[in-house]
């Protein structure tokens, strides 16, 4: 009697086990678990981004009015009803204040990146001398240290700020109001510290947005 022939498997691709199949979608869960993280974690860090701005109490009331005389790099004056129709910030600094000269940089950059954007207006308001012939030195000399073009304003007898105060509290150095385009405070950002220049940044691309929707 012949012995039984063995029976060999046919050849092609290797049979996956069920340890391969598991380990597959396993790592595949992870993946999706850490792109869910990770757009979960820009979502609600977006959210939160410019908490610091629209935290102020001041947020939601109409900006006050207020005219700004040219200074140094500017040739008009400029009034918060002349910054209607565009998204508009407003920042109140000097020379003589520390934060104020940390932050500037980022203001320069700011209004560098958004030059092409016709609906967007920085402006800047040196607050320091009451006599302008100095203030306009002072701020001069600081613009060439600094090698930045700017056109900058000042607040002839303080009427701006006592203005800002009467409505919302003016409470120190620097102080960055951002106006919408129908005149209302939707940002709020008193004093400097690192970061502050990424929410600013945040908060005007979106109302830059909803201006254009």
Known sequence: MQPAEETLPESGPAQQTPCCSSARWWWAGVLVSIAVGYFGYRYVANLGSTS????????????????FAPLVGANKEVSTSSL???????????????????EFPHLVALG????????????????????????????????????AELPVYWDPDNQAR???DRTIGFDGYPTTLVVDAKGVIRGVI???TPGDETVLEHLVRTLLDEAAG
């Open 52 to 67: 610091k701005a629209t935290s102020h109490p001041g947020v939601g009331s109409p900006v006050p009015a207020m005219r």
């Open 112 to 147: 560098k990146k958004l030059a092409s954007e016709p609906r967007f207006r920085l402006v800047a308001v040196s607050c320091g001398s009451n006599v302008e012939s100095e203030l306009r030195q002072e701020t001069a000399d600081f613009l060439q240290s600094q090698q």
């Open 190 to 192: 008193v004093g400097y």
């Open 162 to 164: 006592a203005e800002v």
């Open 84 to 102: 209607r129709g565009n998204v508009a910030v407003i920042n109140f600094w000097g020379t003589w204040c520390p934060p104020c000269r940390r």
